[in-house]
């Protein structure tokens, strides 16, 4: 699986964007880049995912370089709920390698 | 409700002592995992299932045992319990297709004294 970088922590300001970058230069073809976040010691939480068109739901946007190389999740109106870890993933492609491989993520903290 | 429970929330073992963590999901997904979360770090892979049947290592292997006997069930047995072990252990199930999200339980908090 590719290996992603991001910051280690992060502020942002309630009722902005907030815009959390990823690095996966060793990325597959094939594979898929995914957002999740931790709030306090909660299980994941699944946000968004992506292979090279940029996405949007009803929680986040993610923009993925034409190269594939990087990626950016966007919380478009940040709340003090979205305080937590988020983690850039990119996960295997073939069957039987489906697993997540997580990083340390980033600490994102929003400010009233 | 739909989703992976773990069962318990909160353990306490003396080293040496055995026990086996519960995951349970009703979604029919063919892929779980377990993982590790030591303060400060990200989660670790410990063992993972795409199907009843098939399980295979992850990051983190050592000390512990997997089955899955059924689709709905992937229980994680410590054998041998150690301070090492002291953890919060979560459980994930998806659709064994790559454009699936995962689903995590809420987590066991295990302390091994």
């Known amino acids: 699986d590719a290996k992603t970088t991001q910051p280690t922590s992060m502020d942002c300001a309630e009722g902005r964007a907030a815009n959390l970058p990823c690095n996966h230069s060793t990325i597959s073809g094939n594979e898929y880049v995914y957002w999740y976040r931790q709030i306090h010691s909660q299980g994941p939480q699944y946000i968004i995912h992506g292979l090279k068109n940029n996405e949007t739901n009803e929680m986040a946007s993610l923009i993925i370089t034409e190269d594939r190389k990087s990626s950016t999740l966007i919380l478009p109106h940040a709340t003090l709920r979205d305080t937590a870890v988020y983690y850039c993933i990119v996960r295997g492609a073939n069957f039987g390698n489906e697993k997540l491989t997580f990083g340390t993520g980033t600490r994102l903290t929003i400010i009233p | 409700n739909a989703g992976v429970t773990q069962t318990p929330k909160f353990q306490v073992l003396k080293t040496g002592q055995s026990m086996t963590l519960q995951c349970a999901q009703d979604?029919?997904?063919?892929?779980m995992s377990w993982y590790r979360q030591d303060p400060g770090m990200g989660l670790r892979l410990i063992h993972y299932s795409v199907g009843a049947g098939i399980t295979d290592q992850g990051e983190v292997p050592n000390g512990y045992n997997v089955s899955r006997s059924t689709t709905e069930d992937f229980p994680l047995r410590l054998l041998s319990a150690a301070p090492s072990q002291t953890s919060v252990y979560f459980c994930?199930?998806?659709?064994?297709?790559?454009?699936?999200?995962?689903?995590f339980g809420s987590g066991t908090r295990l302390t091994v004294v």
């Open positions: 994930a199930s998806s659709y064994s297709r790559q454009y699936y999200g995962y689903t």
């Open positions: 979604m029919n997904h063919e892929y």
